[in-house]
């Protein structure tokens, strides 16, 4: 759930946490995205624990985050990705769900 979101949002966006929560629009993409992604481990059987849920929402609405996921770093690099294992798994098991939620519906190709 978290790695998903971190590399999925910082590879976006090409930016950190702070970055992105900086930008207008930021924090709200960024709790809808953990919000999707914690719908999905629900589904799936995996509901979070409170504490995990807390960390997560923490850590990516931080706004001093320097921090970004090696994903967008790879990216930014023209190297390989880990997109499809982390990113598509949780996109496809959304679309299996009939999510509505944004994640979903991203127009990003994993």
């Known amino acids: 759930m ?10 976006l966006f090409r930016g950190n946490v702070r970055e992105i929560i ?11 995205s953990l919000d ?3 719908a999905v481990a629900t589904h799936e059987g995996h509901p979070p624990s409170p504490e995990a849920v807390d960390f997560a ?13 090696s994903m967008m770093r790879d990216v930014e690099a023209g190297r390989p990705t880990e997109a499809d ?11 299996r769900h ?10 990003i190709r994993t």
């Open 57 to 69: 929402r923490g850590r990516l609405t931080d706004a001093t985050g320097a921090w970004s996921a």
């Open 98 to 107: 009939g999510s509505k939620r944004p994640l979903s519906r991203s127009p």
């Open 85 to 95: 294992p982390i990113i598509g798994w949780v996109l496809e098991r959304a679309r």
């Open 36 to 38: 999707a992604a914690i």
């Open 22 to 32: 900086a930008a207008p629009g930021g924090r709200e993409a960024m709790l809808q």
């Open 2 to 11: 978290f790695l998903c979101v971190l590399a999925g949002m910082t590879s």
